[in-house]
Each structure stands twice: as C-alpha cells, then as structure tokens.
C-alpha cells in the first residue's frame, strides 16, 4: 500500500472512527509495515474476542491480558509475533510463527474469513431464537 493510501485511510478513519471497514484497512497497513503496536491501538475500539488462556508458553492475548503481552514472544526455540484478524467490529489476535512470516497475509485471511462464518452463523442462531 502506498503512503498515500494509507494517509487517505487515516483521513477516512479520522472524519469517521465509526468505520470498521478503514480501521482494518489502516490496521493491516500499519502491520504490513512492520507497525503491529500501532495496529494494536488502531483496533482498541473493537471487542476482542480472544479467549483466555492460562498457558506458560505464550502469553495470553484476552483483553484483559492483551496490554501485558507485547508484541512478540519465544518459546521452545520457536520466535512469535504477535497477528490479528477482523470481522465487521470484532478482532482475534493471535501468535503467528516468525517461520510463517512470509505467509502472514495469507493467514490473516484465512483466520479472517473463519471468524466472519462464525460470527454470521453465531448471529443467525441469535436471530432464529
């Protein structure tokens, strides 16, 4: 993405905070960039629904731990940064393997596309009851 792209996302999301649509875009922007602390805040404003996990091998990524986690992380000799995906207002975050660096967009729309069948299923049950 181009400066200027992203500059016309940033004016996007600033005349309108309520567009979930530029928020991702800005987001990944800023992560492709190597800014994944920065799309971290970017994407505060939606409900993270990263579970809780009482592990001791990677850090817990909920919200209530997310804000201790960092943005990467180690274990067994295995290097981790930390990776999200989007669905309307709702973000998962997740540790992706440095191994699969090269991959990551590819895995964010994989993740990404999971969530939103999720969310829309998890909605239709909703709407049927």
């Excluded at 987001?27 to 579970?51: C, H, K, S, Y």
Aim: aromatic share 4%.
């Amino acid at each position: 993405m181009a400066v200027d792209e992203l500059v016309t996302l940033l004016v996007r999301l600033v005349r309108n905070p309520a567009d979930d649509e530029a928020r991702r875009r800005v987001a990944e922007a800023l992560d492709r960039q190597g800014l994944t602390d920065d799309a971290i805040g970017v994407l505060a404003p939606f409900v993270n629904l990263t579970g809780h996990e009482d592990t001791p091998t990677l850090p817990c990524l909920c919200k209530t731990c997310v804000a201790r986690a960092g943005s990467t992380a180690e274990t067994a000799g295995v290097k981790f940064h930390r990776s999200f995906a989007v669905a309307k207002n709702r973000v998962l975050q997740f540790w992706l393997a440095d191994e699969l660096a090269t991959q990551r967009g590819e895995v964010r729309r994989a993740v990404g596309e999971a969530l939103r069948l999720r969310v829309a299923r998890k909605r239709k049950r909703k709407q049927s009851t």
